[in-house]
């Protein structure tokens, strides 16, 4: 078969090589691919761009006809679309393996799930120009000779394409939505754009073909279904969330969902607080969902803090025996802790958590844009969980000595390096223990502070008055407090941490809590914990910060020795 009709575009030494174009001045630049429907102006504003940025410029229409020495129309009429897209993602793929450039597109390609993948994987920065169907529309006048538009409306061809491609578009990195404005203008705005653009960082937790993404950055919500989309099995969804947090962040999520034709089938919200993650509140949820009319493709997107994520998690972990599942959390203690490894489920009387499943979310989307609503209260808990990853690790509790207090004063660095390091440490844990089955260590080790914390929730009944995070910043006081008393560390250390504890305005002993506890009663709570093994209570301790371990060794009168001096009641 002739080089033309297979377009057997990888015998690239035979073609004509374009002109030289000067380097950028910047050697660690990417290329810049620009998306988009026909008549967005890719070409128009993609010229522009590469002289502002010192870039070359190449079309990819342009060098597909180069290398197969025909028209496109001639191609399509040939040898049909698939033998087309398949040349085009050659081309693509060869140009972005080269120095940095911009590229523009054509309209179907980045729809090409094939060349989308390697346009990703090359790591060039994705831009789509956004216009409405009126703008498209005047700026496609007179192309009516162009094979889409013989014989046909312009309007009703491009209402049909935007819905078909814009779900695809909106996987790209940069968003900018182009008006009637000129050229000139779009590109500078075009060029602030991505000088202001924060890419998000991905951290994988590795589960082999479970494996998935933890996503940190800002204005994720807004970008929220072309970074859902592709790891979904349907566009449809069910969304869970609070009547706290739908009002702040729904909107916004609604928002970026329909954007990538993500239908909603159902947006269900439960009150806010730890009582909302009960049975019967789980049994809402799962008839408003099933009620709905989802079915075993539909994902379950919970938008909130962790007691949304264990609700919502431990209901797509149930419904119809597994759905799949999507966390975007919007506080700082479900972003650093709960939204990351699976754990799904709700409290009993007898305790926290203690029905449930592990269900893996297909992806995690951590807007760090959504702390900025946080009340310093839910802030500071959320924080706890930083500073349980701290000691756990060694040098992330050096970073929060020296700037916890910034995080917990919402400075934005300092919560995106909080978020950043706890994930990245979480995940390594759990895909090393996924379902906390290590016999010594391992995921139990994220319990750090958590036998001591569980049994003060629980036995002040859920009703807000202790937080998750301030009754774990309590445990990790005492768990401080008895790794000392048993001889594994310093007389110092809990002296140590009890005082960062206590300087970013959390409580770390019993007494701080405005009300009382009886060591009977914690006692009781903490000898029914899930992580107890054979009848035996079962502890995180520590030798240092970035030393700890488990262990079920702990006389019982020890830790009744120690609540009693902590302020519990005897």
């Known amino acids: 078969m002739s080089r033309n009709s297979a377009l057997d575009l990888p015998d690239e030494d035979d073609l004509p090589s374009a002109p030289a174009e000067p380097s950028p001045p910047d050697a660690a630049a990417r290329s810049i691919v620009l998306v988009g429907m026909p008549g967005a102006g890719k070409t128009a504003i993609g010229k522009r761009l590469a002289a502002r940025l010192g870039l070359p410029f190449r079309d990819a229409d342009a060098e597909i006809e180069i290398a197969a020495g025909m028209p496109i129309t001639e191609i399509f009429a040939r040898y049909g679309e698939p033998h087309f897209r398949d040349g085009e993602r ?13 590229l523009a597109t054509g309209g179907g390609a980045f729809a090409d799930s094939a060349t989308r993948a390697a346009i990703k994987a090359s790591g060039a920065v994705t831009l789509w120009l956004r216009c409405s169907l009126p703008t498209l529309l005047r700026r496609v006048a007179g192309r009516e000779h162009r094979p889409m538009f013989l014989n046909a409306d312009p309007a009703e061809v491009l209402q049909r394409l935007m819905a078909a491609r814009h779900p695809f578009y909106a996987e790209a990195d940069v968003i900018v939505t182009c008006t009637d404005e000129s050229p000139e203008v779009t590109t500078h705005r075009v060029q602030d754009t991505l000088a202001a653009t924060v890419p998000p960082r991905r951290l994988p937790v590795g589960l082999g073909e479970r494996t998935y993404d933890v996503v940190v950055g800002p204005g994720l919500l807004a970008r929220a279904g072309g970074l859902i989309g592709p790891v979904l099995p349907a566009r449809r969804v069910v969304v869970v969330t609070d009547s706290a947090v739908a009002p702040l962040h729904l909107p916004a999520l609604r928002a970026g969902l329909e ?20 049975f019967s509140r789980l049994q809402e949820v799962l008839e408003g969902m099933l009620g709905a009319g989802v079915d075993r493709r539909t994902a379950v997107v919970a938008l909130g803090g962790g007691v949304v994520g264990d609700l919502a998690g431990f209901a797509a972990a149930v419904a119809m025996r597994g759905l799949p599942f999507v966390q975007v959390p919007t506080t700082l203690l479900a972003q650093v802790d709960s939204s990351v490894g699976g754990k799904t489920g709700v409290n009993l009387k007898a305790g926290k958590n203690l029905a449930g499943a592990f269900h893996q979310p297909r992806i995690v989307l951590a807007d760090t844009d959504t702390l900025a609503t946080l009340p310093l209260r839910e802030l500071r808990a959320g924080y706890a969980e930083v500073a349980k990853h701290g000691l756990l690790h060694g040098p992330l509790w050096d970073w929060c000595e020296t700037h ?33 089955e290590s016999a010594e260590g391992g995921r139990a080790l994220l319990n ?56 970013v ?12 506890f009886t060591i009977e009663a914690l006692m009781g709570r903490m000898s029914k914990d899930k992580k107890n093994r054979d009848g035996r209570m079962r502890f995180v301790l520590m030798r240092g910060a970035g030393d700890c371990f488990t262990s079920s060794d702990v006389p019982a009168e020890a830790v009744t020795a120690l609540l009693r001096d902590e302020g519990a009641l005897g």
């Open 505 to 516: 305005g959390l409580p770390a002993r019993i007494a701080d809590l405005p009300r009382r």
């Open 259 to 278: 954007a990538a034709g993500i239908a909603i089938l159902a947006e269900i919200a439960v009150p806010p607080g730890e009582a909302s993650k009960d």
């Open 404 to 436: 916890g207090a910034a995080a917990v004063a919402g400075e934005t660095g300092a919560l995106t390096h909080a978020v950043l390091e706890s994930c990245r440490l979480k995940a390594s844990v759990v895909a090393a223990d996924e379902r906390e």
């Open 90 to 102: 050659r081309v693509i793929t060869r140009l972005l393996a080269g120095p940095p450039l911009v």
């Open 448 to 503: 750090l502070g958590h036998t001591f914390g569980h049994a003060v929730e629980a036995e002040a009944r859920f009703d807000g008055t202790v937080l998750h995070g301030e009754a774990v910043a309590i445990g990790l006081g005492l768990a401080a407090s008895l790794s000392a008393r048993l001889g594994h560390c310093s007389q110092e250390w809990p002296s140590r941490v009890i005082a960062h504890l206590t300087t």
